[in-house]
């Protein structure tokens, strides 16, 4: 193989990558891996842009399966909040190592692949709508001869923005990622999103939670990403805000308008705001900013922002 890495699979965006079954003698395991993308920063790397490879195999070296989990059906309860009224079941031994292989045996579609520093955890979909695998292993390789193109999320736009949580222990800041999809990605829950969509992503509580939408204003994204936080865990940025308001004749993605300063009671009131070049430089927010007059939406207040629309 031209190429290879040992022991740095965080080199590595798994997902949407498919992987196969070649073999599992004793405690090594090999499969095959298409649609793996490589990190720009990877030693291997040298383009400049995170890159998608042909064809990769992967030998896990002192693989031990600790447990498979298979999927539960998730429903929405009338208050939009997600339950399982299915059993936890998580195998151990042989029945976990006859069931990963299987799904291997007919290739999986990874969502993640994450550690605690100690055991992997690897969410996928394949004859399981969605499972879960961790494991433990003692050192891998990957190698591969070519690359195929950019990486597919390099070449959809995406945005990297900080976004403030009103959390138990106070407001914090946290990373997020927003990607404009063209085409169809699968979702961290193993369901397929169709394109075009939007996903947001933020890591909370040492998990990478994601909200998916298809308004192109990443609204419904922002909703459905709230939805999977805490109850008590708040998005907190215009995008949420009883001032962040959409613009009348149409906005650019992520752009909303500020009237803290001002009352709106109707859509039309916002034309002069939105309009007026100087009113408009003023008032222009991108949709994570936040400032100290932050005020949660509600039905009570009026704010034309689609955002409270996608909770009904």
């Known amino acids: 193989m031209q190429y290879s890495s040992t022991n740095r699979l965080q080199d590595f965006e798994f997902h949407d990558s498919e992987l196969s079954f070649v073999s599992w003698e004793d405690t090594r395991l090999i499969v095959s891996a298409k649609y ?35 999927g539960r059906t998730w429903k929405t309860d009338e208050n939009g909040q997600s339950y399982t009224d299915e059993p936890l079941i998580i195998h151990t031994d042989s ?33 399981d709508p ?17 690359y195929r193109k950019k990486a597919w999320y390099e070449l959809h736009k995406q945005y990297k923005k900080v976004v403030m949580l009103s959390t138990p222990s106070g407001e914090c800041k946290f990373d997020a990622h927003i990607i404009c999809h063209d085409e169809d990605v699968y979702s961290f829950g193993g369901d397929k999103v169709e394109g ?16 998916y939408g298809k308004d192109y204003l990443w609204m419904d994204a922002f909703a459905d990403l709230q939805k999977k936080l805490p ?18 004749v149409g906005n650019i993605p992520g752009e909303l308008f500020c ?23 003023k008032r222009s927010r991108d949709c994570t900013d936040v400032c100290e007059k932050y005020q949660e939406q509600t039905k009570e207040y009026y704010t034309y922002n689609d955002y409270l629309y996608y909770f009904e």
């Not at 961790?134 to 190698?143: A, K, L, N, Q």
């Not at 947001?200 to 990478?208: L, M, N, Q, S, T």
């Not at 009237?259 to 430089?281: H, N, P």
Request: proline share 3%; net charge negative.
């Open 36 to 70: 793996l993308n490589v990190h720009k920063d990877a030693a291997p790397n040298n383009s400049g842009t995170d890159m998608e490879i042909s064809e990769a195999r992967i030998t896990f070296y002192g693989f031990e399966l600790k447990e498979f989990e298979p």
């Open 95 to 127: 029945i976990a190592r006859k069931m990963f292989e299987a799904e291997l045996r007919n290739s999986i579609t990874v969502i993640g692949i994450a550690s605690d520093n100690v055991v992997w955890e690897l969410g996928a979909c394949g004859i």
């Open 130 to 146: 969605y499972f879960s695998a961790r494991f433990v292993f003692s050192d891998v390789d990957i190698e591969w001869n070519d």
């Open 196 to 211: 075009p969509s939007v996903s947001v992503g933020i890591k909370y509580g040492e998990k990478e939670l994601w909200g």
């Open 231 to 248: 109850d008590n865990v708040k998005i907190q940025c215009c995008l949420t805000c009883r001032y962040g308001n959409m613009c009348p």
């Open 259 to 281: 009237t803290k300063d001002i009352m709106i009671t109707q859509k039309s009131d916002l034309f002069f705001y939105t309009e007026d070049e100087v009113e408009r430089a």
